[in-house]
């Protein structure tokens, strides 16, 4: 779709002009940061929660964003008027900027603040129906101390290993274990687990993204006064839970009834995870 308009640091090109220089070192080593954004309604959904953490993402490669929140703001807001979007995604990109071909971050300048508003692109509906059966990568996620999964980098390389072990397996998620073996989160979504009734989900120390979906659930179950532990799993716990389900901004909140090839529960997307789930779509209409 030509009528895309794509904003880059302040102006509107087409989807065909919409470039950035080769030598950004975005481009050229994944140097920046990014964030997914759901609007609804023409409400962008937690906006104040996903500018913290694209502003926390860059603070932890220091990368300094030229510009400031509320300028930002206005953008994605502007973005989406422009592209008459109110229901859909929004992608937010800030690169490192033009440099040498050698690492030096120092010699970057015209750092770029990319703002693409797409229309949304779904798991498939019978997923949501059936749920979804996922497998345990061997990639492990990434250890934060190498590299922080809290920071949302525009190098998603240690995901897309574990996402093609998905793909070969026939899946549309997959499973990654931290290097201690614990559970921690899927290639682009959180996981939640339902037992005994307690919901629990892996802590921030376990290696994740600690998703902007997630905190809205906890927020939610603690609304219900269900009991929420964020505590280490492992796939012992995923094994025998009642319900699993995975978050994240696209997916909102997804069951998951099989694990490497074993099923959860009964099989079935769960009622809890249901009951979340309807829970969570109101909040969204807020
Ligand atoms: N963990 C990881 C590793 C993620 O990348 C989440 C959890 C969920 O976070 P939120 O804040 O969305 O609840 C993510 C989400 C996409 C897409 O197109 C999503 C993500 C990354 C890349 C693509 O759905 N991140």
């Known amino acids: 779709m030509d009528s895309m308009k794509i904003y880059i640091s302040g102006k509107y090109f087409s989807r065909s002009e919409a470039k950035v220089s080769v030598f950004d ?21 937690r906006l104040r929660d996903h500018i913290e ?26 973005t989406l008027a422009i592209n008459n979007i109110k229901d859909g995604y ?9 440099g ?29 129906e059936n749920g979804l059966e996922i497998v345990t990568a061997s990639t492990i996620r990434v250890n934060p101390s190498m590299l922080s999964p809290q920071v949302k980098s525009m190098n998603y390389l240690n995901n897309i290993l574990a996402k093609i072990e998905a793909y070969k397996a026939g899946c549309a998620e997959v499973l990654m274990l931290n290097s201690r073996g614990e559970v921690a989160e899927c290639s682009g979504d959180n996981i939640f687990i339902y037992k005994r009734e307690t919901l629990q989900t892996p802590p921030a ?11 809205v659930v906890i927020e939610i179950a603690n609304e219900i006064g269900l009991k929420v532990k964020e505590s280490p799993m492992t796939r012992h716990d995923v094994f025998t839970a009642n319900e699993c389900f995975l978050t994240g901004s696209a997916a909102e909140l997804i069951p998951v009834v099989k694990l490497d090839n074993r099923t959860i529960g009964n099989g079935k997307p769960g009622e809890i995870t249901k009951k979340l789930l309807a829970l969570f779509q109101k909040e969204t209409k807020k």
């Open 90 to 98: 929004i992608r937010l990109i800030v690169t490192r900027g033009e």
């Open 25 to 45: 070192h975005g481009f050229l080593y994944g140097d920046g940061v990014f964030e997914g954004i759901r609007t609804y309604d023409g409400k962008v959904f």
């Open 53 to 78: 953490r694209l502003w926390e993402s860059a603070k932890g490669i220091a990368l300094e964003i030229p510009i400031d929140e509320k300028e930002m703001e206005r953008a994605i807001h502007d």
């Open 100 to 128: 040498t071909l050698g690492l030096d971050h120092y010699l970057c300048h015209d750092s770029q603040v990319i703002i693409i508003a797409d229309k949304l692109a779904l798991y498939p509906r019978e997923l949501y």
């Open 205 to 215: 120390e376990a290696g994740i993204l600690e998703g902007i979906t997630r905190r």
